[in-house]
């Protein structure tokens, strides 16, 4: 097979992932794992993930759930509360359990009703977190209701970013999932501390995809995606090289009945289908060569964590992606559902 037909990378991470819990963990786990080495695991669970003990317990069930053979490792993180304590933060960091830790706007997004009111809340723990050099991560949207929900992403900026960032200069922070023009400025103008993620199915629909010819649930996430003007400021970000940008697929389960609901829960899961998405976008953007830094060496580099010491290859050719799967824990439509995908992940080189 040619070289323009096979890729082998270094096997990439995923930084931002939501395995849930109970039987939906078990049904989604192994398909972050049979690719990914390591995953940044939201904490948004019900009730959140807010001790260490928590966190711990929660690595424990997602061991448990994930083919051993796969060889992946969850990193946790807290999820930060108007009262969260600095210490036990830090104690969680300092032991290991907690890689980073989660800002959501209270009521920004799925479980995220125990999240932050007011950022001015979190100074001391932002404080220890600078000083500990403990990245956070940011649901980067405000939640005023007077504020447009396709605007909210780039009023966080303004509002909330920016002026935390100017109170704490050397705070590590992940602007997660990333869906505008605005966004990318902002990251690859602030410094070397600041980066983001970008999930692929915010590199391939803009938000006619929720509306065409219907109302479309399965393509409902939040932040929700933009007009294409951003869509392809996303896509040049991502394939840019710049090590600021990195993989993260925001892949968000729910079951189909939560998704085709008069209030339909917001989340894509895009875990059977992520690298071969962001494969096909690289391609398509003729960067294919830029995919393992994007997938595989920004990420680590960013966290301060080696690079992983195996390597993946993909095929160019087709997947055929299931309508639906079926699990004990119910129906889930994945990312790309129906359609056939041109790149294939063949497993690790050995
Ligand atoms: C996520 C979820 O379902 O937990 N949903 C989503 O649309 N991305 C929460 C989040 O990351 O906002
Ligand atoms: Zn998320």
Known sequence: MNAANELVLIRPDDWHVHLRDG????????????????????????????????ARAYRERILAAVDPA??????????LTDDIDPDEIARGHAEGVFTAA?????NATTNSAAGVTDIRRLDRVLERMQSIDMPLLVHGEVVDHTVDVFDREAVFIERVLAPTLA????????????????AVEFVT??????????????????????????????????????????RLALRRAATSGNPKF?????????????????????GIWNAPVAIESYA??????????????????????????PVNATRVRLVREPLAVPERYTFDAGEIVPFHAGRTLGWRYAGAVD
Request: charged residues 20%; hydrophobic residues 45%.
């Open 23 to 54: 039987d939906l963990l078990r049904a989604v786990a192994d398909h972050t794992a049979r690719v990914f080495a390591r995953a940044i695991v939201m904490p948004n669970l019900k009730p959140p993930v807010t001790t260490v003990a928590a």
């Open 246 to 266: 990195f993989l993260g697929t925001d892949s968000a389960p729910h079951r189909v009945a939560d998704k085709e609901s008069a209030c339909g829960c917001a």
């Open 189 to 230: 103008a602030a410094g070397p501390n600041v980066g983001a993620t970008i999930t692929p199915h915010h590199l391939e629909i803009n938000r006619n995809a929720m509306f065409e010819g219907g109302i479309r649930p399965h393509f409902y996430c939040l932040p929700l995606a933009k007009r294409e003007a951003h």
């Open 70 to 79: 796969l060889g992946f490792t969850p990193l946790m993180t807290a999820y």
């Open 102 to 106: 989660k800002l959501y706007p209270a």
């Open 280 to 305: 096909r976008v690289f391609d398509e953007e003729g960067a294919l060569d830029r995919l393992e830094g994007f997938a595989s060496i920004h990420g680590p580099r960013f966290y301060g964590l």
């Open 167 to 182: 109170r704490f200069p050397a705070l590590r922070v992940v602007f997660e999932h990333i869906t505008t023009r605005q």
